[in-house]
């Protein structure tokens, strides 16, 4: 009953954070200043999610079965784990790309912040989610823009506008 009261605290309080956070959205068309970021459906899917554990350890609480240990954890693993960090996504500050005219700041987890300048993009490469984006001087990538995220488009369009290269995946032709 304690995991059930906890998960119905982490449901509650994620739900409210993500409501909080959608009404302070602004939705720009602006190529100067944007930022990507985690859409709310991704909030919407974990709600989802989530209901559908609370429902199945309700249903058996109301039947008065004890369910395994190892469909437990499954059930964590599978569900809850991802269901959760769906709900969280949308929060301001867990994951977003923050561009400011030549600034770049990415920001993960609410700690790990990196700042960048557009003109030192180098190219980006066209992936399966989205883009790997590589600077000047450095082999590896310097950070991922998401395709699924609002403000990927602006990012793209942005790209093409300052003439960066993007290396898309060459496809077979049949």
Known sequence: MTFLRTLLVAFIVAGILDFLT????????????????????????????MLFTIGILLFAKYENKIIPFWIMIILTIGLIGPSFLLMIAPIKGLWEITINNDDITVIKGFVYKKH???????????????????????????????????????????????????????????
């Open 22 to 49: 959608n009404r302070k959205r602004e939705k720009t068309a602006s190529l100067e200043k944007f930022v990507v970021k985690a859409p709310m459906d991704f909030a919407l899917l974990g709600t989802i999610g």
């Open 116 to 174: 960048w300048k557009f003109s030192s993009i180098a190219y980006g490469k066209a992936s399966r989610g989205g883009i790997k984006i590589y600077v000047e001087g450095k082999k590896q990538k310097a950070f991922f823009v998401d395709g699924m995220c609002e403000g990927s488009s602006n990012f793209i369009e942005r790209m093409e506008k300052e003439g960066k290269k993007i290396i898309y995946p060459e496809t077979k032709e049949q």
